[in-house]
Antibody, heavy 118, light 111 residues
Framework: EVRLVESGGGLVHPGGSVRLSCVVS????????TSWLRQTPGRGLEWVAN????????YYVDSVKGRFIISRDNAKNSLYLQMNSLRAEDTAVYFC???????????WGQGTLVTVSS | DVVMTQSPLSLSVTPGQPASVSCRST???????????LSWFQQRPGQSPRRLIY???DRDSGVPDRFSGSGSGTDFTLKISRVEADDIGVYYC?????????FGQGTKLEI
């Protein structure tokens, strides 16, 4: 059974930082592109960042470039998102997912809520 | 960024009747490899999104054959031949050719 379990969300002050984690099981993590996506009632679903199987390629949506860092630890079957300089507009449910190619995420986590507020 | 525009944004359907969702992209998701990277996702209330269709018309394992995808160029359609109560939720199209990959606004299906 494939499982992706996110953790690390919560309430953060504007300008603060938080690190999300996603632990994966049930597929060959070290051969897979993996992704962070987020969802808000106002902006819907949007991609945040993508990372290839060995971490040598990373892509970010413009709104998070320079503030967020995607990384992975294949030995721990884990994906991370370090979120810095957080803004109110980063408030969202964050999902991790496996991207088998070209964005067609076939496995999703349950999501973790990040709320940026004073 | 490529903008994906869905219509309608909400749909109320009687069980057993068909339903159709349209998706239009500002740039074609056709790749030089010959594939068109357009996917459809279903999000049931309180759940994470679930992929239904990829590369326009390839149905995921476990997805009923009542669901079908079609289209070309910049215009795509998700059809449900006979809606069932279990189909309620929001449906999203997504292009995967251009970064950032982008989703449509979602179409809410009600019974």
């Amino acid at each position: 059974e494939v499982r992706l379990v996110e953790s690390g969300g919560g309430l953060v002050h504007p300008g603060g930082s938080v690190r999300l984690s996603c632990v994966v099981s049930g597929f060959t993590f070290n051969r897979s592109w993996t992704s962070w996506l987020r969802q808000t009632p106002g902006r819907g679903l949007e991609w945040v960042a993508n990372i290839n199987h060995d971490g040598s390629e990373k892509y970010y949506v413009d709104s998070v470039k320079g503030r967020f860092i995607i990384s992975r630890d294949n030995a721990k079957n884990s994906l991370y998102l370090q979120m810095n300089s957080l803004r109110a507009e980063d408030t969202a449910v964050y999902f991790c997912g496996r991207d088998p190619g070209w964005g067609a995420v076939d496995y999703w986590g349950q999501g973790t809520l990040v709320t940026v507020s004073s | 960024d490529v903008v994906m525009t869905q219509s309608p944004l909400s749909l109320s359907v009687t069980p057993g009747q068909p339903a159709s969702v349209s998706c239009r992209s500002t740039q074609s998701p056709i790749h030089s490899d010959g594939n068109t990277y357009l996917s459809w996702f279903q999000q049931r209330p309180g759940q994470s999104p679930r992929r239904l269709i990829y590369k326009v018309s390839d149905r995921d394992s476990g997805v009923p054959d009542r669901f079908s995808g079609s289209g070309s160029g910049t215009d795509f359609t998700l059809k449900i031949s006979r809606v069932e109560a279990d189909d309620i939720g929001v449906y999203y199209c997504m292009q995967g050719k251009f970064w950032p990959h982008t989703f449509g606004q979602g179409t809410k299906l009600e019974i």
